[in-house]
């Protein structure tokens, strides 16, 4: 297939580096957010926001307050696709977005050194959030070899501590 294409589009489709490491939901939230999506209390709240300004300047609005906003039936520039859209709002449910960077870098080292989980599994704690020590035997792989009952009991509070 590639060597159908010609050599410019090789190196404008190139892999720079490939499989660099996985990313925590909280990662992506961040991603996304500076790709220039807004949760639903953001939007409403830039929009009061853009209202009052236009509004500042003793001019009527041309724009009734409830008339929609259309949407662009084609993709913009550097516009979010449909696909960010619908993963940014699945991570405004998820626990990604409550998420502090420090104590996810807090956790992931903890776990990852002190219990010797791998940080993929790690991850997965960090991305579900487990609440009793059942979920922990579910996401980390032969949990019952690997880790005491007390261990387990100590990552679920670590886990309700730092996430």
Not at 96 to 121: G, H, I, N, P
Request: hydrophobic residues 40%; charged residues 30%; proline residues 6%.
């Amino acid at each position: 297939m590639y060597d159908t294409l010609p050599p410019s589009t090789h190196r404008m489709w190139s892999v720079v580096t490939p499989n660099a490491g996985l990313i925590t939901e909280h990662e992506l939230f961040g991603l996304l957010r500076q790709r220039g999506l807004r949760t639903p209390e953001e939007a409403a709240a830039a929009g009061l926001a853009a209202e009052g300004a236009e509004r500042s300047d003793g001019r009527e609005s041309s724009r009734e307050a409830s008339e929609p906003v259309a949407e662009a039936l084609y993709p913009q520039l550097n516009a979010p696709f449909r696909v960010e859209r619908a993963v940014f709002e699945r991570l405004c449910r998820s626990p990604a977005a409550q998420q502090d960077t420090e104590k996810l870098t807090k956790f992931v080292s903890m776990v990852t050194d002190t219990l010797d989980l791998t940080r993929a599994e790690a991850l997965q704690l960090a991305a579900l959030k487990p609440r009793c020590g059942l979920e922990v035997h579910m996401l980390v792989e032969l949990c019952h070899q690997r880790l005491t009952e007390r261990e387990v009991e100590d990552l679920v509070e670590l886990c309700q501590e730092l996430l």
